[in-house]
């Protein structure tokens, strides 16, 4: 487990490294930055697959286009994991939902991945009406919604930590940094889904804005009692 954990943190800082690298120093001239960036909601996907692919055929001698598929393929894996991950935490709810509630039915792994997935697929097909295209009206929250994951991740690691009484600065320290950000962006996007009139999104926004802030409130008062104790 420990073999598996550390590596896989490794991976995931390496790739945020590559993709912090990519989409900001991996143009060839200032043009193609200004044309990638031409306001603050610019960039993304667009960004890292063109600027990571002129890091790597300028390194390898691979053709640009070459690269870029290759670096639009990360990018799918890296969504397809995050999304196993999701519906895979999705089911642990469903599953939990079952006990609290004595509802036997979702207690079973099989029904609880089969509710996890169908809600899944209302979101991703139903969002976007006849044309099916709710995975793209729903990509805006992506980048907060696995930035809070992230945050999350590091304070349950934080607590266990704690508890375990070992040091646990060098989890909170960078807790605190990336949950800041991704509220400060969710309420940015609150207020961008508002002025839009993009609904759809905005209450998605505020769901998971409370949650995150919930369980933030929880680990602090679970540390609390830590501490006092």
Partial sequence: ARFVGYLGSTGEGVLALAAIIATTAGFASLGEWRAIYTNFEGGGLTAFVQGGATIVSDGSGLPHETAATLLTVMAVLFAG??????????????????????????????????????????????????????????????????????????????????????PAR??????????????????????????????LLLALDVVIVVSAVFVMLEAISALGRRTSA
Wanted: net charge positive.
């Fill in 81 to 166: 994991t995050t999304m196993d991950t999701g519906v895979r935490l999705q089911r642990y709810i469903v599953q939990e939902w079952g006990t609290i509630y004595g509802i036997s039915g979702l207690r079973n792994s099989y029904v609880a991945t089969f509710v996890a997935v169908a809600a899944c697929l209302t979101l991703a097909f139903g969002a976007g009406g006849a044309d099916l295209s709710g995975g793209m009206v729903l990509w805006p929250l992506f980048g907060t919604t696995n930035q809070l994951l992230a945050s999350l991740t590091l304070l349950v690691i934080s607590i266990v930590l704690v508890r375990a009484g070992r």
């Fill in 170 to 199: 060098y989890t909170m320290i960078p807790m605190v940094f990336v949950s800041t950000a991704a509220l400060l962006a969710a309420l940015y996007q609150l207020w961008n889904f508002f002025q839009t009139a993009q609904y």
